[in-house]
């Protein structure tokens, strides 16, 4: 047996975003640390995606915000956050204070948002920008699709990114497209350094007895262990159209269900409503993915990366 | 204050009326830390069906032998769950979280108003007023009918004085808590705050600056902390109400159990359960 | 109390298609009724929508074809049938004398295939013909994409369809697109009675001990409570954008979930995987509806259709 | 041969070795109908996940007093809460699905080869066979260890011999059921089908077509049937074998258990589990 330097074995390279462990938390899901730093060592983390920024403070959709379905868990928070002020003053100091990787998710509706966002945040301390052009709770200006649902879209608002910064830049993509491929090159294409997803699948609940919306905001995003199928089913089609690497997304809960998105192709993964579940589960995960490499034999998690056998 | 996930033994679990139960954790962690209002977020099950966790008020606290006492009503398939978990198996719970009822100094007149389930937590509180030098405890606890009145007798054990309601009459008064509330207050202000609360005569009373030592506090549903805070209101009693919101994290990161406050939309599981209701945006 | 007519309280027209009562079993989870007759009275069902049927007879997918995920299906049959002949020759007289009112849904790889079983379904028994132009599970001719992803293939399609029969003609749509109200469009425009969905959404799941594909055929189709809050969400949307009716499908197991979908916008609901749960799901619902509208004095379901309060 | 569906009283759920549970069920329906090979298809809990049904063997059969006893280990989700469940409850079953065993007239030499928990169909099988005027029965049992061979006091008690093979030899012979078959067969052969199977010599045999008295039912592992089918195929040994695949509906309507057949897919749920292993493509 030859010997592994396990302590390194998770090391990852997201599009330049250098990684201790490939285990990140999702965008939302973890607040800005303060939150959940007492339960989960944020230092630990591969990184943390920051909930959602918005140039001015945000105070979200009415409520109810959140209902829970089988097995899946539909949001509508809208974005409540201080802004991006508050953010570069307030919030990344903290974060960088306890020590975390910080991957900065912003979110505008229209292109001068976006523009705004990465040029103020280029300056900072931040890591990566994870541009969330995704986000079902969100209206935008003139369209009536998502920024993600068009390819277009996507491409002006990532070109738009780079160009002010030289941040490595991620590209946050929507489940709720007809060929994920064809996105999936758009942020390739305008530069987009490395892609995440996939974000909420748009869904619904109702109140019968009411006969209303479960949710202040009548649709929301749909995330969870339910939508896992959908997400592996939608990263193995990406990782076949481009040659960025992945960042999956989706109902994961545990180092098995990482290693499935490692085998379809993802280089990294983000935990969301498994924090809720279980604050424990994003440390079980890095160390699950530890000990599965260990025991395989295996030098690094790059080896499982969109290794599954046909 | 520092936050805990941690297993939890089950020392009791037991239907103490049709659908209510009560369970008793040993939680090594924490139990020592825990203040009346806050609250615990437990996974019922083990699968994902239920998903999330779910927060259950503290009822009440003995913090030096590390055992935290719940009282829940069976409702849908997490509580469910709860309810069938046997004694001396483990309970993965994340807990003390939220802010607790806050006492100000210099009240010593406390109503504690429960509608429902609200009883639950307002025990803890009534167990921490109990232990003050100055104090007179009236609770008025209200309910559809006798069988989901719980809770009298640990009041009455604390001294506490109880005022039954119930919507059918089927024991104490019949009615709703928020008309016998009006009642209790009108009652003080009669008598100067003056502990005994027997008679409700309807003798007019002026509304004006409640006496500072007054201090209400409510649980129950949305549309009873309505009502008490419009009653409340004109007698300017200071007033906490603990909130219920669906929660997904319940550590304030996700914002998803945002309550409309007069500071904008705040988090149930961070800012509250236990909110001002001077505070509140009703709709 | 007025006296409601409890008897005829669930009727309803579905673009011409009659039926006593709106809950159908859906297509591929009900057989020909011969599997589940004896566990289910076939003719107490608004209708059944039989297996989807090819011109020929076809083999379906390698094992393993069934995946079950967290509250979810994963099925990649491939559309194992005995074909066309078969289906006139054997099974419809069998569903018939057995006293079922049927849908029969049609499959093909192109334009061809669909016309020539419409036409020759257009002489028989059944009752109406439902397209499926959005089973994940079969590949067509040149295309990457289902007929159902593409508004013109769709429309396509349906018209080859409706010119070849006079039975009520119903378009089964996927829910894996960018816009679901452009698609339901594009059945109406194209002369669709109604709207079946949704079918399944593309999803897969991975046998990590192997880094293998769980299903033979890689991808499938998820059906069940998982994807409820997601197919709500599409009903919804598109009962904006039509005129035709809908029939709803999507993760319903209960009598709770139909009135959902009603108010949602359905007009009628199938019943999928709920029918491998518990056969006696179907005739619950079909009781529960009855008992729902007399508690509530409504005199028929179509009360309840699109009625969420916003 | 109606299917139905039924609540079944659970009478017994006990764990007859670690991870093995028998549990005995009070079928009114069916009972009397269910024959040897057959399957019943349980709902384990009641959320929504686990989702589907799962297929369970009929172990034993008591058509008179209406109980049918199952088998079963415990694997995932389902086997869990259906191990969880206690007696006096209430199980959701539909049944009997399938094909059984068919057991052609003129056989009277019974081998029964089990791999795991492949035992569990084979009892019942062995229980009816035991009912025949001319009969002798063989079971070879493969186990991983001592600690999972079940079943053998059943088979005793019915008066079938049972050769015990354990892949780490801590119980009877050491190899696999496959190797211990062949040695069984190669014995009859040589013996002209005599019951005695005490030796296994090596003596050089040859191959060709068997005795019809002779039948070989198998159930197990796929890769254990593979070969099986292998072993009985010089001999011409008519060979049935138990199959599982996935299931969705259990009844024949979905093709979800497709297994490949010479007459091309089949249904495991519906013209199976039981099937000729000559009928069955390998890859
Ligand atoms: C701070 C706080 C303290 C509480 N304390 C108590 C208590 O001491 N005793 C008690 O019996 N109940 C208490 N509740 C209510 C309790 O959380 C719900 O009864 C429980 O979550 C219902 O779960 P279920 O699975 O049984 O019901 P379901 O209706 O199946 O739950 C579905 C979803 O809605 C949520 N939900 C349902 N009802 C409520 C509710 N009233 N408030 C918040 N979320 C809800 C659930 O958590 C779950 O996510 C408290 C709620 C909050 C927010
Ligand atoms: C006809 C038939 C008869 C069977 N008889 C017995 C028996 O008598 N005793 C016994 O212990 N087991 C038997 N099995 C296997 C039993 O069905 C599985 O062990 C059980 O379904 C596992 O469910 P789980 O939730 O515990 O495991 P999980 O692995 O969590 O199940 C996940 C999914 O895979 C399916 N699955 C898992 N293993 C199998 C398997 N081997 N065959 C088919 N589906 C599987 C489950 O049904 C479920 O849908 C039989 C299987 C079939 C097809
Ligand atoms: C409560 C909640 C809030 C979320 N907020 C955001 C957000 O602000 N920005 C974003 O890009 N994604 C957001 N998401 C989506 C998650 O980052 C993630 O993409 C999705 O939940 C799927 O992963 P999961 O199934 O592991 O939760 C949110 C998800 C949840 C549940
Ligand atoms: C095993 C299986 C087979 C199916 N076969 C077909 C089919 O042949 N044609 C079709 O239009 N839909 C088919 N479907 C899709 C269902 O008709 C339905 O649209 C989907 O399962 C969603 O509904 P549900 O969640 O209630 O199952 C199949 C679904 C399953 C689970
Ligand atoms: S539940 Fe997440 S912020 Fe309150
Ligand atoms: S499980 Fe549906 S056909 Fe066998």
Redesign the interface.
């Known amino acids: 047996m030859k010997k592994i330097n396990t302590e390194r074995a998770l090391e990852i390279n997201i599009g330049g975003l250098k990684l201790a462990n490939p285990v990140m938390t999702a965008s939302?899901?973890?607040?800005y640390t303060?939150?959940?730093g007492?339960?989960i060592d944020a230092a630990g983390l591969g990184a943390i995606v920051t909930?959602s920024i918005t140039l001015e403070p945000s105070?979200?959709n009415?409520?109810?915000?959140?209902?829970?379905t089988?097995?899946?868990?539909l949001?509508a928070?809208g974005i409540?956050n201080e802004g991006l002020d508050d953010f570069i003053n307030t919030k990344l100091p903290f974060l960088k204070s306890v020590g975390a990787r910080v991957v900065v998710s912003i979110a505008g509706r229209c292109q001068q948002d976006y523009k705004m966002l990465a040029r103020a945040l280029n300056n900072t301390t931040v890591d990566a920008i994870e541009v969330n052009i995704s986000c079902p709770n969100i209206k935008h200006k003139s369209a009536s699709l998502l920024f993600a649902q068009d390819p277009d879209s996507t491409s002006y608002i990532i070109r738009s990114v780079k160009k002010q910064t030289n941040k490595p830049v991620i590209a946050k993509l929507s489940p709720n497209v007809t060929d994920i491929g064809l996105i999936a090159r758009a942020a390739e294409k305008a530069g987009a350094d490395a892609l995440s997803m996939i974000n909420t699948l748009i869904g619904m609940d109702v109140d019968i007895a009411r006969a209303r919306p479960r949710l202040g905001n009548v649709t929301g995003g749909l995330s969870?262990?339910a939508i896992k199928p959908i997400a592996l089913a939608m990263i193995w089609q990406a990782y076949h159209c481009v040659k960025i690497p992945i960042i999956g997304i989706g109902g994961i809960?545990s180092t098995e269900d990482a290693v499935a998105f490692f085998l379809c192709g993802a280089s990294a993964v983000q935990i969301g409503?498994a924090?809720?579940?279980?604050?424990?589960a994003a440390g079980n995960i890095i160390r699950g993915l530890r000990l599965y490499l260990k025991n395989r034999n295996m030098k690094n998690i790059k080896e499982l990366i969109g290794q599954l056998k046909l | 204050m520092?936050?805990?996930?941690t297993k939890a033994e089950i020392l009791i679990n037991k239907e103490i009326a049709p659908g209510y139960f009560k369970m008793a954790l040993r939680i090594e962690g924490f139990a020592g830390n825990v203040r009346p209002g806050q609250f615990l977020h437990i996974?019922a099950g083990m699968?994902?069906?239920?998903?999330?966790?779910r927060p259950i008020s503290v009822h009440r606290i003995s913090g030096r032998q590390g055992i935290v006492e719940l009282l829940y009503k069976v409702n849908g398939?997490g509580t469910q769950l709860m309810s069938r978990r046997s004694k001396g198996t483990f309970l993965?719970v994340?807990g003390p979280l939220g802010n607790g009822f806050k006492v100000p100094k210099g009240q010593s007149n406390f109503v504690l108003i429960a509608g429902g389930m609200g009883v639950a937590p307002l025990v803890a509180l009534a167990d921490q007023l109990a232990t003050y030098r100055k104090k007179a405890i009236t609770v008025i606890i209200g309910a559809k009918g006798a069988g989901s009145v719980v809770c009298v007798k640990e009041f009455q054990e604390i001294g506490a004085k109880a005022i039954i309601v119930t919507e059918d009459g089927s024991r104490g008064d019949r009615g709703l808590v928020t008309a016998m509330l009006e009642k209790v207050i009108r009652d003080f202000d009669i008598r100067k705050t003056s502990l005994r609360t027997r008679s409700y005569s309807l003798a007019d009373v002026t509304i004006g600056d409640y006496a500072p030592e007054v201090g209400l506090y409510a649980c129950g549903p949305m549309s009873m902390l309505a009502s008490v805070a419009k009653i409340a209101k004109p007698y300017k009693i200071k007033t906490q109400g603990s909130f219920e919101?669906?929660?997904?994290?319940?550590?304030?990161?996700?914002?998803?159990?945002?309550?409309?406050t007069q500071r904008?939309?705040e988090r149930v599981c961070?800012e509250g359960p236990v909110f001002d209701l001077a505070d509140i945006v009703w709709d």
């Open positions: 939302g899901t973890f607040g303060q939150e959940c007492e339960l909930k105070q979200g009415p409520p109810p915000r959140l209902w829970e089988t097995a899946g868990l949001n928070i409540q969870g262990p809960m409503t924090n809720f579940v279980d604050p424990a | 520092q936050k805990l996930q996974r699968g994902y069906d239920p998903l999330l966790r398939k993965d994340v919101e669906r929660m997904g994290c319940g550590v304030g990161a996700c914002f998803g159990c945002a309550i409309k904008g939309y961070k």
